[in-house]
């Protein structure tokens, strides 16, 4: 979906159309963007800045309190038009899913009409829209999805997967951070076609097993199917900073910006968990993680943050300087009755 929060609100809300406007939290209480809508980019603010950096760099800026219950309401909608075509789906959040077309429920006998037709019956059923991407694989469409936003449809048949993929900004790929793309770059990294003339070898011996997935990809193979059943088993979310940081209060401050940010994607996903996990990397790239599981569901930033922050507490920062902090839940238990929080 295009800027799927933001385009329900300016879609319920005329008054927001055409003005710069993001989902999330007060600036006020440290709040994050979960989504801004395509004249909000304009002036360079994204999903996960804070709202208050998103005002500073638009003034004019509109910020509008996120309603899970109608975005999801929306999101279920729009996975019964999915089911109109095709049983395989994968979701990976309420606005964007993984379909395989190749068993065809209507008979279109075309993966590019497929997604036509579920463009429009999104459209003309629920005044949105949305990007889709198809090809041969789930990494090559997933970068097709996000050609041509909004409202695109980008076919890359399998002649010309490797030749889209080698004029491909490297920070284009899925699975290729900032600290990621910082590094190819150091080593003359900046296009596909720079990834893809590095041996298997140097990859693997400059960013490990996951340089054998980079060797893969640039190359369009990507054997992985797609998993309707699919279940996810943590949700995280960690940032690694332009300067080390070996200050608890500022580290404090850091955490409570990502405990925000977890909230927002466990409501995204309608996620409630019992172990909360911080991971700390320091400068010299030693990691270490600590956890704590409750008798209740953790979902709610206050929660997340006292936990993490505690765990945070216990660690010896004496003489160490810190360059990544994450922090995850995982045991997951979907039933939505409310338990008493209590450290076992």
Known sequence: MDAFYASVEERDFPEYRARPIVVGGHPEQRGVVATANYKAREFGVHSAMSTRKAIQLCPDLIVVKP?????????????????????????LS??????????DKLGLNSAIKVAKCIKEDIYNELKLTASAGVSINKFVAKLASDYKKPNGLTFISPDSVEVFLEQMAIEKFYGVGRVTRKKMNNMGIYFGKDLKAKSLEELIHAFGKTGGFYYQIVRGIDDRPI???????????EDTFLEDIASLALLLEKLDELCDLLEYRLQQKDKKGRTITLKIKFSDFQTITRSATVEGLLHKKEELFLL???????VSLEDKKVRLLGVGLSNFYDNQQSLQLRLF
Not at 94 to 103: F, G, I, N, Q, T
Not at 308 to 314: D, H, I, M, V, Y
């Open 67 to 91: 309603r899970f219950d109608v975005y999801k309401e929306v999101s279920m909608h729009i996975r019964s038009i999915f089911k109109r075509y095709t049983d395989l789906i994968e979701p």
């Open 94 to 103: 309420l606005d964007e899913a993984y379909l395989d077309v190749s068993c």
């Open 308 to 314: 993490a922050s505690s765990l945070l507490k216990q």
């Open 227 to 237: 998993s309707p059943d699919r279940e996810i088993k943590s949700i995280s979310v």
